[in-house]
């Protein structure tokens, strides 16, 4: 399978979002998916990752041709500036995780259009809160770590 995943953040950057992004990118590779990530966050050069492509969004026409190429479409948390793509193939396997409260703790337009979108997405959610407040439907997935981040250390005392 071909994965797109669109995501304002990304890797060398350090955070929540983005090590949860390229744990599952990581992930897909080694099940033998294709992975490609555009990310809105200018890329430092020279830390790239084993079989998978980073692109920058600067160009419309090269984030449609990585859209056509894939098969799903994934965004770890909605982001409007990679909605726009939908337009061109509204029935594209679309996926959104949510990964905190964000869509639940504003009423501005610009989120009440990213509610009403991520309608004709498949959602999933971090955790059965993050889900229930969502406006949609979503599936509860459990949150990913790095086993060698997050480990008891022999050395330290608790």
């Known amino acids: ?32 998916h294709e992975v490609k990530v555009v990310t809105e966050q200018v890329q430092k050069t020279g830390d790239p990752i084993e079989g998978i492509e980073v692109v920058h969004p600067s160009k419309a026409l090269d984030q449609l041709k990585l859209f056509f190429w894939s098969d799903v479409l994934y965004m770890p948390n909605i982001t409007l500036k990679g909605v726009w793509l939908l337009v061109f193939n509204p029935f594209k396997k679309w996926v959104v995780s949510h ?46 770590y790095n086993d060698a981040a997050f480990r008891v250390y022999d050395d330290e005392p608790r």
Request: net charge positive.
């Open 1 to 32: 399978m071909k994965i797109l995943i669109y995501s304002s953040v990304f890797y060398p950057s350090i955070g929540g979002i983005e090590n949860l992004t390229l744990a599952l990118a990581k992930e897909f590779r080694s099940f033998g």
């Open 99 to 144: 990964n905190d409260f964000h869509l639940a703790q504003s009423n501005d337009a610009k989120t009440r259009f990213k509610n009403l979108v991520i309608k004709a997405a498949s959602n999933i959610s971090v955790s059965k809160s993050v889900a229930r407040a969502l406006r949609t439907r979503s599936t509860v997935i459990y949150n990913c």
